[in-house]
Every structure is written in structure tokens, then in C-alpha cells.
């Protein structure tokens, strides 16, 4: 969890989102939560959650966000002009699909940028208008790993800036980590932290961290 908190912290800082600015977070499992908190501690004003699943939608209301809208039942592009009419200032793609991607530059505002976090396949291509990039003055970031990072990372958990504990579905001892690698993963769950049982030197509260 702490290496994948430590990227997140450094595509927040390629973002370069400022104060009052509109944020898109295209995917709303366990990065895009964690992102969505912390372009929230950047000083964003409006912040907008792009969900299929619904218990992930529902979750990132209550992480901050101002808009949570299923991209499979509605015009994504419209929601998002009914709070952002100008669009928004900083996308941060993090499915990695390439209609996520030609999505983000449909929905940036002028002089945006459109942050690639997800881990599209290598071999995918995106189709999008060069002339919208160039009219727009859009910048497309890309952000792969976490160099120097995982210092700020770290005091950033301890001071409480992002919650955690609602991105962790459970916590199992190692033992159990082969049955939990075999059933996989469960439709819309967050994630599933290994670590030492109970009575192994630990209580319940200090085995649940």
C-alpha cells in the first residue's frame, strides 16, 4: 500500500493542480480514491468521480468528492459540464483504457492537463483529434513511478491526510493469502491487506493496521 500511496503522491505533483481548480478522476477503485483525496489536500474546489460500480461511487462521496457519476448510464461529458461548465482543469485517467483516455481530452477545459496514471496494455493505441489538443493548449502527462516520494508518503498517512481503512476490504493472516489469491477478487471490493494473525505477538487492534 505505501508504494502505491508513494506513485500517487508523485502523479499528484506531475498534475500540477492549483487551488480552486476542477479535477476528473476517470476510475474509482483504490488508486483513483487515493487520488481523489489527495488533489483534494492540492486545493481542489470541485472534484468529480468517473464509477461503473456503485458502492465505489457511493464511497467517493464520502472520500470528498463532489460528483460521482456512472460512466455506463450517463453522458459523463454532460455531468461534468453541470458542474464544471468549462470542463476540468486537471483529468487524471487511472483505468488505463483507451476510451478513459480519448474520454479525458473530451472533458479537459482549455490550457488542462490530462494526467495517465492506469497501466493501459502496451500494445493499445487511442484515437483522438490533434486539433483538439492543439486548440485546447491540452498537456498529457504520463506518471510510471515514485522516485523520492515515499518519505512525503509516509508523513501524509501518519498526519491523517488520506483515509485508508474505507480502501481495505480485510485483512488476513499469511497463511491464508493462497485461498485469498483463488477465489480473486470480489465485484466492486476494495483491497485486501496480508499480514500477521492474531496471537502471533499482536492484538486484533495492532494485527487490523
Not at 485546447?136 to 498526519?159: C, D, H, M
Not at 476494495?190 to 492474531?198: E, F, H, I
Amino acid at each position: 500500500m505505501l508504494a502505491l500511496f508513494a506513485c500517487c503522491v508523485h502523479g499528484i505533483d506531475l498534475a500540477g493542480i492549483r487551488p480552486g481548480n476542477t479535477v476528473a478522476v476517470l476510475g474509482g477503485g483504490t488508486i483513483g480514491l487515493i487520488l481523489l483525496q489527495l488533489a483534494r489536500r492540492s486545493g481542489a474546489a470541485t472534484l468529480i468521480v468517473s464509477e461503473p460500480v456503485r458502492k465505489k461511487r457511493e464511497l467517493a462521496l464520502k472520500l470528498g468528492a463532489t460528483l460521482a457519476v456512472d460512466p455506463l448510464s450517463a453522458d459523463l461529458e454532460e455531468q461534468v459540464r453541470t458542474v464544471a461548465p468549462a470542463g476540468a482543469h486537471v483529468v487524471i485517467e487511472a483505468v488505463g483504457r483507451p476510451e478513459t483516455i480519448e474520454m479525458a481530452v473530451r472533458i479537459a477545459a482549455k490550457g488542462g492537463c490530462i494526467l495517465l496514471f492506469g497501466v493501459a496494455p502496451e500494445d493499445a493505441h487511442v484515437s483522438m483529434s490533434p486539433f483538439a489538443i492543439y486548440r485546447k493548449e491540452l498537456r498529457i502527462q504520463g506518471s510510471y513511478v515514485n522516485p523520492f516520494t515515499f518519505s512525503r508518503a509516509i508523513a501524509l498517512l501518519a498526519g491523517g491526510a488520506v483515509e485508508v481503512e474505507p480502501l481495505v476490504e480485510q485483512v488476513v493472516p499469511l497463511e491464508d493469502l493462497p485461498s485469498v489469491l483463488a477465489s480473486g477478487p470480489s465485484a466492486g471490493g476494495a483491497k485486501t491487506l496480508v499480514g500477521l494473525a492474531p496471537g502471533r505477538g499482536q492484538s486484533e487492534e495492532e494485527a487490523s493496521r
